[in-house]
């Protein structure tokens, strides 16, 4: 499949945080391996002149995803610490649009959507397919995908620039097959069409 880059389009980075990463207080594993592919993915959007949005994980201190609030996973991504920034090596541009999602206490939000302006921002950009990529595949990535799709956008979900938590084996595999069969379009770099030479 070959698939050129056209206005409408836009990159969307979901949480390729430092939590998120080896070391991190959630590591998913090889998680630091999306982001020279993903800076590739950068390089071509922005040659293209095409939006770049990066979600972030947002949580204040007690959010209720935390264990110590009966939550699933260990306090991560907390607002303003080092492991909610983004990955030092990822090459997000300055005027890429960041967006905090599950900023909210008592509220888990695991899509880019869920509880944030990011669809509106979307339409106000004129943008209708998303190419996405990041952390995690089995949560953030998935929720955002099938959102997405809900909402109308065509999506292409970046294979080679994804990664799974895997809390149990198979949970990423079985992530992809959902937004596959949800309609979203697996695509990895060498499926994008090399820029027309100038
Ligand atoms: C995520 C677990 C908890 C994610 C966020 O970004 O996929 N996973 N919070
Ligand atoms: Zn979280």
Same mark, same amino acid.
């Given at each position: @499949?070959?698939?050129?880059?056209?206005?409408?389009?836009?990159?969307?980075?979901?949480?390729?945080?430092?939590?998120?990463?080896?070391?991190?207080?959630?590591?998913?594993?090889?998680?630091?391996?999306?982001?020279?592919?993903?800076?590739?993915?950068?390089?071509?959007?922005?040659?293209?002149?095409?939006?770049?949005?990066?979600?972030?994980?947002?949580?204040?201190?007690?959010?209720?995803?935390?264990?110590?609030?009966?939550?699933?996973?260990?306090?991560?991504?907390?607002?303003?610490?080092?492991?909610?920034?983004?990955?030092?090596?990822?090459?997000?541009?300055?005027?890429?649009?960041?967006?905090?999602?599950?900023?909210?206490?008592?509220?888990?939000?695991?899509?880019?959507?869920?509880?944030?302006?990011?669809?509106?921002?979307?339409?106000? @950009?004129?943008?209708?397919?998303?190419?996405?990529?990041?952390?995690?595949?089995?949560?953030?990535?998935?929720?955002?995908?099938?959102?997405?799709?809900?909402?109308?956008?065509?999506?292409?979900?970046?294979?080679?620039?994804?990664?799974?938590?895997?809390?149990?084996?198979?949970?990423?595999?079985?992530?992809?097959?959902? @937004?596959?069969?949800?309609?979203?379009?697996?695509?990895?770099?060498?499926?994008?069409?090399?820029?027309?030479?100038?």
């Amino acid at each position: @499949m070959t698939v050129r880059l056209k206005p409408g389009d836009a990159l969307v980075i979901v949480d390729v945080q430092n939590d998120f990463l080896p070391g991190g207080a959630l590591p998913v594993p090889q998680g630091d391996e999306v982001v020279p592919v993903l800076n590739e993915y950068i390089h071509r959007f922005r040659q293209a002149g095409l939006p770049i949005v990066a979600t972030r994980d947002w949580h204040p201190p007690d959010h209720c995803s935390f264990r110590d609030r009966g939550g699933p996973w260990p306090a991560h991504c907390v607002q303003g610490t080092p492991g909610a920034e983004f990955a030092p090596g990822l090459e997000l541009p300055d005027d890429a649009l960041v967006v905090s999602k599950a900023t909210e206490p008592d509220q888990e939000a695991y899509s880019g959507f869920q509880g944030t302006d990011l669809d509106a921002r979307l339409r106000a @950009m004129g943008v209708r397919r998303l190419f996405v990529g990041g952390l995690a595949t089995d949560y953030c990535v998935k929720q955002t995908v099938l959102d997405a799709l809900r909402l109308g956008y065509q999506v292409y979900l970046l294979t080679d620039a994804i990664r799974a938590v895997d809390v149990h084996p198979g949970d990423g595999e079985a992530a992809i097959d959902e @937004m596959r069969r949800a309609g979203a379009l697996p695509l990895t770099l060498s499926d994008l069409a090399e820029e027309a030479p100038a």
